[in-house]
């Protein structure tokens, strides 16, 4: 009997090339596979040519590898063989949001800065699904549970609280989870000894940890933190997935892009965020994705990282303000987070 003449991968299976290697994202089961370049392109084939045809192409020069690593993909179910090549298309790629704002990320300190309740009425009236909020002064459970009287009733889907110092324990913590079920993740910040219990269940997850909080904190960027979900691959093609559909409040009230950005669009006291997301120059870095900023364009990891650097426009050039920590031309990872963009290649 004849043997399937074509390979496919799964359309949530796919390679995306770097500078030095390709990785290869099952979306699905959210892992990757380092692959060589040169396999990405093979596997990228299949959808015009037969596994023969493609031998020819490259003259039989790789027959044994294509086989092993096609064998390998095969038992790991990220493709299959098939004589129906056109029952496995590739994942369309195309991404929209009728919403303004998808996520916003609001810092307090000093709750007379400004009045959070008139903040998430607002976010509400945009659509906004999901909200960071970061309270950097000590705080309780009760007063945590006044500030969000006003989600109660939003559209809000879910909220990240980070705390830099919690006046409560496990049981307080636990209770406000349950008295907001829209509470998905609380962290607390910045304790010589664990005050909280950590835990994951269906209240939401639980998280201490020993670092501080600082103001307009920035991103920690690192391969347990990518995202793998097939809307945000499919945005990141198209859009800035850190920035896009986004608006951030900092501590004193000043609406930015992100709280680290040094370009503040007004203060929420006497600005509308309705106003200010529709401002072209708050726009404009939405759509400036990972493909067109010079070194994350050679990245292989560029569809789900969510770095919020801020961008600069050099010599008709993108470029982040920040590193991320990854540097895709020798494959290694910095112990520092996010460094200044200074003496990049390819500029």
């Excluded at 290869?24 to 015009?48: C, G, M, T, V, W």
């Excluded at 990854?326 to 963009?341: E, F, M, N, R, V």
């Amino acid at each position: 009997m004849q043997p399937p003449s074509y390979f496919r991968l799964f359309s949530a299976c796919i390679p995306v090339q770097g500078v030095l290697h390709a990785l290869l994202f099952d979306l699905e089961r959210k892992s990757f596979y380092k692959i060589p370049n040169l396999l990405a392109e093979i596997l990228d084939k299949p959808h015009q040519q037969s596994i023969p045809e493609i031998k020819a192409h490259y003259e039989h020069q790789y027959d044994e590898g294509i086989d092993t690593f096609l064998k390998e993909f095969e038992s790991k179910e990220l493709g299959l063989y098939t004589d129906e090549p056109e029952a496995f298309p590739k994942l369309d790629m195309y991404w929209d949001d009728p919403l303004d704002i998808q996520t916003a990320v609001v810092e307090m300190e000093n709750t007379d800065a400004y009045n959070l309740e008139n903040v998430l009425q607002q976010l509400d009236d945009l659509g906004c699904a999901a909200l960071q909020l970061r309270l950097l002064s000590p705080i309780t459970a009760q007063q945590i549970n006044t500030l969000l009287k006003t989600s109660q009733e939003s559209r809000l889907r879910q909220i990240e609280l980070l705390v830099a110092q919690f006046k409560g324990d496990a049981k307080a913590a636990v209770d406000l989870m349950h008295s907001n079920r829209r509470i998905s993740l609380f962290v607390q910040f910045n304790k010589e000894q664990k005050q909280l219990i950590e835990t994951s269940d269906f209240v939401g997850t639980i998280v201490h940890s020993t670092k501080a909080l600082p103001k307009a904190a920035s991103d920690c960027v690192s391969p347990n933190n990518f995202t793998f979900d097939v809307k945000l691959f499919s945005e990141a093609h198209s859009y800035n997935t850190a920035l896009n559909r986004k608006v951030c409040i900092d501590a004193e009230g000043y609406i930015r892009n992100y709280l680290s950005h040094p370009k503040a669009y007004g203060h929420i006291s006497n600005k509308q965020l309705t106003e200010v997301v529709q401002m072209e120059s708050f726009r404009e870095k939405w759509l400036v994705h990972n493909d067109q900023i010079e070194i994350c364009k050679d990245c292989p990891y560029r569809y789900v990282c969510l770095f919020n650097s801020d961008l600069q426009l050099k010599n008709h050039k993108w470029h982040k303000t920040e590193r991320c920590g990854y540097d895709p031309y020798t494959d290694q990872w910095q112990t520092t987070a996010s460094t200044p963009a200074t003496n990049q290649p390819n500029q």
